[in-house]
């Protein structure tokens, strides 16, 4: 059974950085699309980052130029860097994995999801 399992999350004062990662077991097939997703209080799930299959990523607006993804095979693990981390960051941070993904930060493209892990931003 293929199991997705995030690690990184923590509390960083705004400006600060955090480096999530994401394990992948279950499965080691790399034509797999990732990506990753965030819930914040009162609102709904939001795509941030993703990766497919080929390499290619994508950014939402909100962290483009400040939140980069990446995925290495050989570890099976997805990471999400996080820089100049903002208040509005503050969210449950999720990885998903799907193999037929058109829309990169579609929540519904992806089968594959793990718990989640909590970050929190402080002034």
């Known amino acids: 059974e293929a199991q997705l399992v995030e690690s990184g999350g923590g509390s960083v004062q705004a400006g600060g950085s955090l480096r999530l990662s994401c394990t992948v077991s279950?499965?080691?097939?790399?034509?797999?699309?990732m990506a990753w997703f965030r819930r914040a209080p009162g609102k709904e799930r939001e795509g941030v980052a993703n990766v497919y299959n080929d390499g290619r990523t994508g950014y939402s607006n909100s962290v483009k130029g400040r939140f980069s993804i990446s995925k290495d095979n050989a570890k099976n693990t997805l990471y999400l860097q996080m820089n100049s981390l903002k208040l509005e960051d503050t969210a449950i941070y999720y990885c998903?994995?799907?193999?037929?993904?058109?829309?990169?930060?579609?929540?519904?493209?992806?089968?594959?999801w793990g718990q989640g892990t909590q970050v929190t931003v402080s002034s």
């Open positions: 998903a994995a799907g193999r037929y993904v058109a829309d990169g930060l579609g929540t519904s493209e992806y089968t594959i």
């Open positions: 279950g499965y080691t097939d790399s034509s797999y699309a």
